[in-house]
């Protein structure tokens, strides 16, 4: 059973910048395409980012484009999440997930099979 470990979250001001880390130890990462999903309090869950098993092929939400990075270093069973210019309406838990499948621009719209804890981002004055 695969399992993903979050972190990098916590308490940023806005305009600031956060990593958030998805690992999987002692797993191969590669076989498998990542998502970044992210839940408000009181919201649906939505999509936020997506990367193909190599990181050649990535996709994001249009209300990240241009702010957040994400990658992946297969050699570390590691994904990253780099969000810059961080705004009050980025406040969320924020999950990793998954999935043998990869879709492109459909990435976000199946379920994946493997999910993390997930990690909290607040951004706040």
């Known amino acids: 059973q695969l399992q993903l470990v979050e972190s990098g979250g916590g308490l940023v001001q806005p305009g600031g910048s956060l990593r958030l880390s998805c690992a999987a130890p002692g797993f191969t990462l590669g076989y498998y395409a990542i998502g970044w999903f992210r839940q408000a309090p009181g919201k649906e869950r939505e999509g936020v980012s997506c990367?193909?098993?190599?990181?050649?092929?990535?996709n994001y939400a249009d209300s990240v484009k241009g702010r957040f990075t994400i990658s992946r270093d297969n050699a570390k069973n590691t994904v990253y999440l780099q969000m810059n210019w961080l705004k009050p309406e980025d406040t969320a838990v924020y999950y990793c997930a998954a999935d043998p499948r990869y879709s492109g621009s459909s990435c976000f719209q199946y379920e994946y099979k493997y999910w993390g804890q997930g990690t909290q981002v607040t951004v706040s004055s």
């Open positions: 990367i193909s098993h190599s990181g050649a092929s990535t």
